[in-house]
């Protein structure tokens, strides 16, 4: 069993910063894909940025250019960092971990962009 406890969202004003993290229980946190997904009030969650477990990243075409997806193994965490942020990223952001059949959600942290 693997838990995940994401922290670091909050409320910021359009083109600031944010730096979301995860944090991971288990031994095995290094050989998990990690990505986090968002779910904006009305909208379908949706992938916005992932990384395997040999630090290949992909990300959302919506978030590319602004976010930064990157993990510490040692610290079994994984973080977002999230630049240049608009209104539209306004969302529950949520952890998650698969590995071999298996997959684990964090409880999500509210990111809100507004002024």
Not at 64 to 88: C, H, W
Not at 99 to 110: D, F, K, L, P, V
Request: proline share 3%.
């Amino acid at each position: 069993q693997v838990q995940l406890v994401e922290s670091g969202g909050g409320l910021v004003q359009p083109g600031g910063s944010l730096r979301l993290s995860c944090a991971a229980s288990g031994s095995i946190f290094r050989t998990f894909y990690m990505d986090w997904y968002r779910r904006a009030p009305g909208k379908q969650r949706e992938l916005v940025a992932a990384i395997t477990s040999g630090g290949s990243t992909n990300y959302a075409d919506s978030v590319k250019g602004r976010f930064t997806i990157s993990r510490d193994n040692a610290k079994n965490t994984v973080y977002l960092q999230m630049n240049s942020l608009k209104p539209e990223d306004t969302a529950v952001y949520y952890c998650h971990a698969a590995r071999s059949g298996y997959a684990y959600w964090g409880q999500g942290t509210q990111v809100t962009v507004s002024s």
